[in-house]
């Protein structure tokens, strides 16, 4: 197995990422196993974790998939109970789940007069269910999985709560502000869960990527003939070393965060990892 960038050492650790059926958290999935932690990958696609747990599994290390929709108490509640049995209590809890909605999403950055009545998704027509979708999916499918698996973690010393959170929450992007809004509400709550737990030995950080190529999101950032879309341009345009990141980019905040002996008094923090991007003004 792959030696970790930080030679952070979690063996015996009990590790539950959600949304582990995609590409990102299926990737941390795999660094916290490769440290030594016997990872439960959540996800509500459970065919899909499953293929990343068995990548795991065939590399050497210890996981196993569980059917979760993190935005069920009920059923995390019971995937909590199972993992117990399963590995035992839980050490660290990734919130990965999250995403966005097209019903929450304008087709155009900036209204102009006429798009109300125009065959254009305008902010006037932004759907009032979908905006809800991308806040429960994000904020309570982040605060839902938290207290099943934190009742694991109270009182016992070093446990993690790694959150998600996004340059969304630094500055709303364009076209997107439902899942501006909801990440931005996942920063508040990785402050406020820090100042929570802070008594009982829990640990609650975040990380905020910035803008990273994958499969998932390949079509919308390059045209069919692998050209740059218009948006990808203002994205590296507003991004000062000038590129995508790479999924292997996230591994050493994920493990410098979750690490005791490296990060033992950091609590509350919210970490970009985005080149740059939060700090460049554009001028």
Known sequence: MNKNVLNTDLTGKVAVVTGAGGVLCSYFAKV???AGA???????NEEAAKGYADEIVAEGGVAKAYACNVLNKEICYNVADEVLKDFGPCDILVNGAGGNNPKATTDKEYFEIGDIDADTK?????DADG???????NFLGTLIPTQAFARQMVGREGCNILNISSMNAYTPLTKIPAY???KAAI???TQWLAVHFSKVGIRVNAI???FFSTKQNAKLLFNDDGTPTARTGKILAATPMGRFGESEELEGGLLFLVNNEAAGFITGVVLPIDGGFSAYSGV
């Open 208 to 210: 905020a990527p910035g």
């Open 180 to 182: 501006s809004g909801a």
């Open 131 to 137: 905006v809800g979708f991308v806040f429960n999916l």
């Open 187 to 189: 920063s508040n709550f």
């Open 122 to 126: 305008s902010f006037f027509d932004l």
């Open 32 to 34: 916290l196993a490769r």
């Open 38 to 44: 016997k990872v439960a990958l959540l996800d509500l």
